[in-house]
């Protein structure tokens, strides 16, 4: 598998991802404070794996942000 996605996350999605081997920890994760949701998420190979991805990132961008991604909101 390949890595191609670097992304935060909160702790919850890190210790989801992490021992279900969709992510693991960016080396630099423990180097500063905050960073330890720092990841590298595993390239998709089907639909349901970059659904999935795709949440993530999703997340990710909530946790940055404090927004939702517009095509999320309801």
């Known amino acids: 598998m ?3 996605l670097m992304c935060l996350l ?3 999605q890190v210790c989801l991802t992490t021992p279900a081997g969709w992510a693991v920890a960016h080396p630099w ?3 500063r404070a905050g960073w330890e949701g720092f990841v590298m998420i ?3 190979t089907t639909q349901a794996e970059l659904d999935f991805v795709l949440q993530l990132v999703g ?3 909530t946790y940055i ?4 991604l517009p095509e999320t909101q309801q």
Do not use: C, E, K
């Open 42 to 44: 595993y390239t998709p």
């Open 65 to 68: 942000t404090g927004q939702m």
């Open 2 to 4: 390949m890595i191609d």
């Open 10 to 12: 909160r702790r919850a």
């Open 29 to 31: 994760a423990d180097q």
């Open 59 to 61: 997340g990710s961008y």
